[in-house]
């Protein structure tokens, strides 16, 4: 058996496409993109969803709590499940608020960051060696109710596919741009649809037959 872990945050977690303020809802485990991903590769592989909605690369929320910190999360995930096989990381989309006022390069540092935990000897060892997937989030719409809280993200989430296609080659890791195959949505501008989930999860199980 083959163990996928799979850390990021809302789009990780599965939340709907949110129309209004303590709106809700989180996609079934038949649509999440991990989950359709974990079901095209096959019984071969299970499946460990870590997906923290609000989680940055490295940055205390200060109204959601320090706990979105995703240095922290990231070590207390690989601690706490394993063996894994593959590991998936997918942030940099809360990043993007206006009220981090990051630079590009700000998220580069906190993906660094990610990718020198997960490459972290004593943490390899421990799961007997395993393979990271670095995805850049499809670039952000300004729209919706988010419209205010993601002022500028729109131009600064489009500079970040060259920038972590560029690190995971430096760490020596695989990359994918989720870009590439699916958009976020006109509701929110920050979320997927259902169809994106779709898309997005069985393109990432195709490029994890190619790793493993």
Known sequence: MLTLLTFGDSNTHGTCPIVAEGDYRRLDAETRWPCVTKEALGDKWSLIEEGLPGRTTCFDDPIMGAHMNGWMGLKIALSTHGPIDLLTIMLGTNDCKALFGNSARDILGGISGLLAIAQNAEL??????????LIVPPAIVVTGIFSASFYGADRLSEQLSDLYSEIATHWGIEFFDAGDVIATSPVDGVHFEKEAHQTLGTAVARKITKIL
Request: charged residues 20%; aromatic residues 10%; without cysteine.
């Open 124 to 133: 390899q060892s421990r799961h007997g060696g395993y393979k990271t997937l």
